[in-house]
């Protein structure tokens, strides 16, 4: 077997590990301020400007995993869908031009998929510190693990899980706009300049106007993921969708909108562009 994959998978797992880890908390406060701005009993209420690097601690257990997590299988679906359209072009089939940016949805949906199982309980413990529920995302924790007594380890579990269905329902369609866009721009400018190289810089510029345009397609979906986290008692998605319509208007759909739009487009700079740096000098370093 070639070391190639391998050498290509743990690139991915380094650079994703560091780009989450510096996006995260290079951007925490604009998340804090978004986490705020979305719960139901309102901004100063859960906070207001006071204490913005709280539950922080989650974000750093968390981020490093979930990005290397996302990347890794992100590239490794994306190289082997790439790999079974180029064996189909060679041996006479060929291949239309859309088949190129539905990789790159279909890659970034199980990438979304796979760095849920980190993110989903991070966020959990993450969001209720951030809107004042703990002083800590320690003390959040440690309140959810000490519900096993009354329901049980499964329990525990789905509560550290709460959320998982409509996160995937954020996040994979977040990802289907912005990777696409991201994978797109970097074609065009590998086209335009003739080299094959992207570089940081460029990635993280890609990378910014990608994700502000997902960042604010999603956002309904983002108030609803964080009302559901943030909820005392488990609630159903459609039940409370009825419930924030009806104490709230179809605004609240929008609320923290801006730190949303400015904290992706920020974080996808970040994000993809220490990702794509950290991606150039690793691939340069690896055998070929």
């Known amino acids: 077997m070639s070391s ?9 797992l380094l650079a994703g590990g560091l780009a989450g880890t510096t996006v995260d908390l290079s951007l925490y406060p604009l998340d804090t301020l978004k986490t705020r701005l979305q719960s139901s009993t309102g901004f100063f209420a859960s906070g207001g ?5 709280r539950g922080v601690g989650s974000a750093i257990v968390g ?5 290397a ?27 239309a031009d859309w088949e190129a940016p539905i990789e790159h949805m279909a890659a970034a949906s199980l990438g ?17 510190a951030q809107a004042g529920q703990y002083p800590s995302s320690l003390l959040a924790l440690r309140a959810i693990l000490s519900h096993h007594r009354t329901i049980g380890i499964p329990g525990v579990w789905m509560e550290l899980y709460r959320g998982w269905f409509v996160t995937i ?8 706009i912005q990777f696409p866009l991201w994978e797109a721009m970097k074609e065009y400018k590998r086209r335009k300049s003739g080299k094959d ?12 106007a990608a994700g502000a ?13 964080t009302r559901m986290m943030l909820a005392k008692e488990k609630t159903a998605m459609i039940p409370l969708l009825k419930q924030i319509l009806k104490d709230n208007g179809p605004r609240a759909f929008v609320a923290g909108i801006g730190p949303r739009v400015l904290w992706i487009s920020a974080g996808g700079a970040i994000f993809l562009g220490s990702y794509q740096w950290a991606y150039n000098s690793l691939s340069q370093q690896r055998p070929k």
């Open 213 to 225: 345009i997902a960042a604010g397609v999603t956002t309904p979906l983002d108030v609803l993921k």
């Open 69 to 95: 997590l996302f990347f890794c299988t992100y590239e490794y679906s994306k190289s082997f869908l790439s790999a079974r359209r180029h064996a189909n072009q060679a041996n006479g089939r060929g291949a």
């Open 49 to 53: 400007f006071s204490g913005i690097y």
């Open 4 to 12: 190639q994959p391998q050498s290509k998978f743990t690139t991915a």
């Open 112 to 128: 979304e998929v796979a760095a849920c199982a980190v993110r989903v309980p991070t966020e959990v413990v993450k969001q209720r």
């Open 169 to 176: 329902m954020r996040e994979v369609p977040f990802t289907v």
């Open 63 to 67: 981020s490093a995993p979930g990005a």
């Open 197 to 208: 190289e992207i570089s940081a810089l460029e990635s993280g510029l890609f990378g910014s």
